[in-house]
């Protein structure tokens, strides 16, 4: 491709870039406020669960309807409706929740409208840099997705800087100045270049896929992708203020922050070795990995070593999701956009099923959160059986 059209989609690019560092602020910044939310509105750490439940199963259902609007609408108008509805659902979060009468009720409201704006993001940014004309296609799309774990890390990062700076108490201004970035994103995908891809019409039909074994056996690899990586980020601070007695900058910069940082630098050297191992192995590897980071987190009785327990996880589950992915792709070639699509979806309900698992086993132990942590171990250790398996099948290639 000429240097010319390289320019040329060097803002779509972009876009998509601040798209998933948007996905990644709706994500991580409502946890960070766990303690704080129950300490201001007296609300219990099971209801807190809810958040991250509420939010990934808005993902999986946006997932789904997605797959069936997106070529009838345009890429264009649905990703524009992202920006709007992750800003306004992140303004949201500092201005409604204290307008009404049941300020929890508030809080799911705004978490439900940026969720919405994040679904449309995992859906859509991948297709279409997919469908720009770039010649290194693999490191651009290996980029593209880091940028969500370097999100994740600078949302942590950033406001544990301005907690500290300003004061815990003054987090709605925070939240208002992290929903710029959506909002200001509207002008680059309103006039950035956004191409379709063209489909050869030989992809699977949902239905055909749901009459697929194998399709089954790699929605439950993606479902305890999903499940791994999400359970540990959505408790890591609650987890490091509340069960390891560590103030919270120290927990947010050891606990989530630790997680972002590692799960960043697993994907980005992946993403420039990989060639040299193969993916069946190292994603079996990063399983049995987790699993000893979930052990050492729930067991650990030494604040450090619970914190790193946190921080090497996310270099663990650094591979699942994309990891599961690409093994998709390579065992099931002619899945199509259906396939990927299910797959999101699968992923989003890990995503809510292991955060609500952690929650409500925490508070039936008296809020012990080392007890919920050591109940989400199941996860990775299903995921290591769905890779081997899969490897040992030989349709791995």
Avoid at 74 to 79: A, D, N, Q, S
Avoid at 278 to 286: I, R
Wanted: aromatic share 12%; charged share 10%.
């Amino acid at each position: 491709m000429s240097v010319r059209q390289t320019s040329k989609y060097r803002r779509t690019l972009i876009a998509c870039y601040l798209g998933f560092i948007t996905q990644a602020i709706c994500a991580n910044f409502a946890p960070l406020l766990y303690v704080t939310f129950t300490k201001t509105y007296g609300i219990s750490l099971g209801k807190l669960a809810l958040i991250s439940t509420l939010y990934f199963f808005t993902q999986l259902v946006t997932d789904y309807f997605c797959a069936r609007v997106v070529d009838r609408i345009g890429y264009r108008r649905c990703i524009l409706a992202s920006c709007v509805t992750s800003g306004a659902g992140l303004i949201g979060l500092a201005v409604v929740p204290d307008r009404f009468p049941d300020p929890f009720a508030g809080i799911l409201l705004c978490v439900v409208l940026y969720a919405v704006g994040a679904g449309l993001i995992e859906v859509l940014v991948s297709p279409i840099v997919e469908a720009c004309p770039f010649d290194n296609k693999d490191m651009v799309m290996s980029t593209l997705h880091s940028f969500y774990c370097w999100g994740s890390a600078a949302v942590i990062l950033g406001s544990t800087a301005f907690f500290t700076l300003f004061g815990l108490e003054h987090w709605k201004i925070l939240v208002v100045l992290w929903a710029l970035v959506p909002l200001l994103n509207i002008f680059n995908f309103a006039v950035c270049p956004i191409e379709t891809l063209t489909e050869s019409g030989e992809g699977m039909t949902i239905r055909r896929l749901f009459g697929n074994r194998t399709f089954w056996l790699l929605m439950i690899l993606m479902v305890c992708a999903g499940a791994s990586e999400i359970a540990m980020a959505q408790w890591a601070s609650a987890f490091a203020e509340s069960a390891l007695h560590v103030t919270k900058t120290i927990g947010d910069l050891a606990g989530p922050a630790g997680f972002a940082i590692a799960m960043a630098l697993s994907r980005t050297l992946y993403g420039k070795f990989g060639e040299k191992v193969d993916l069946t192995v190292f994603m079996a590897g990063s399983g049995v990995l987790c699993l000893f980071c979930y052990l050492l987190a729930g067991l650990s009785r030494n604040p450090m070593s619970g914190l790193i327990g946190c921080a090497l996880c996310g270099f663990s589950v650094g591979i699942m999701w994309p990891g599961s992915i690409s093994i998709s792709s390579s065992v099931m070639p002619k899945g199509g956009t259906a396939m990927f699509a299910m797959l999101a979806l699968a992923g989003d309900l890990g995503g809510t099923l292991g955060p609500s698992i952690i929650g409500n086993i925490s508070q039936r132990f008296g809020d012990n959160l080392q007890i919920g942590i050591l109940s989400a171990i199941g996860f990775p250790a299903v995921l290591v059986a769905c890779v081997l398996t899969i490897r040992l099948s030989g349709k791995y290639r």
